[in-house]
């Protein structure tokens, strides 16, 4: 993903990420190692009373990111392709911008949603959190934490930034350009506009999530949604939202034992 979205996604406190599945809803056992993020499945095989809770839905802002195609033509491509993969779309067969010019392109995702759960109903469970399977050496490292929200989008719109029609056209020539397989669809909103979604319904690829720390301690277990933030003076005046990394998008890698 280009660092446009990954500063506004991290700015509203989310972590992007690459999930290799659809249909995953929080809550979520995940650990940090090295750069490695490994999810560890549904917080509710470890605590059963977390499954009886029903992740709510949430509406969110259309994410608007611009895309300079006229010195980094490669970089507008690969920014495609990485949103592509957000709205479940992973493999598209032919992607070329040459149609589009040269000046800025509008990524835009557009119906985005949440399902989250609240993380304070979470705290007065978690004592019955069970870390069979999980190397001990991340318990006691406070490398865990919960995903309580994931994001999601049903579309990917894609316009010139001056509003203008794309150079080549588009209507009856969009097979020249761009192809998404069986996977994904094409609409033309209008001359400047093309609209990208999934061809599943209902199946959506999260592309990011919020995330609590989780801490062992004497007295049990310890959920941080935040974190401290030092100001002027070294006084903990504010916070701001847990992230286990900043200004980069993370693949996931499954292990649900």
């Not at 920014?79 to 032919?94: H, S, T, V, Y």
């Not at 010019?101 to 993380?119: M, W």
């Not at 959920?223 to 701001?240: A, D, I, N, Q, Y």
Request: hydrophobic letters at 40%; one cysteine or more.
């Amino acid at each position: 993903m280009a660092d446009a979205l990954v500063r506004e996604l991290n700015n509203i406190g989310y972590l992007p990420v690459f999930l290799p599945r659809t249909g995953i809803q929080p809550p979520e056992l995940y650990n940090f190692d090295d750069r490695r993020l490994i999810r560890r499945g549904p917080l509710g095989d470890k605590v059963p009373e977390v499954a009886k809770l029903k992740p709510k839905k949430g509406k969110l802002p259309d994410i608007l990111i611009k895309q300079k195609t006229k010195k980094n033509l490669t970089g507008a491509l690969s920014f495609l392709k990485n949103a592509l993969r957000c709205i479940g779309i992973a493999d598209a067969p032919k992607l070329d911008l040459s149609f589009a010019g040269s000046g800025t392109l509008l990524f835009a995702f557009s119906n985005v949603h949440s399902l989250y759960v609240n993380p304070t109903k979470l705290e007065n469970l978690l004592n019955a959190l069970s870390t069979v399977g999980i190397p001990q050496e991340y318990v006691d490292s406070d490398a865990l934490h919960i995903a309580y929200d994931y994001a999601y989008a049903a579309s990917l719109l894609l316009s010139r930034g001056d509003q203008k029609e794309f150079v080549a056209g588009i209507k009856g020539k969009l097979g020249d350009f761009l192809d998404l397989g069986a996977e994904g669809k094409i609409q033309v909103v209008n001359k400047t506009t093309l609209a990208f979604s999934s061809s599943t319904r209902g199946q959506r690829a999260a592309f990011a999530y919020k995330a609590g720390r989780l801490f062992k301690r004497a007295g049990g277990w310890v959920l941080k949604p935040e974190v401290p933030m030092l100001s002027v003076g070294k006084s903990r005046t504010s916070t701001r939202p847990f992230l286990v990394a900043r200004g980069v998008v993370l693949s996931v890698e499954m292990d649900e034992n």
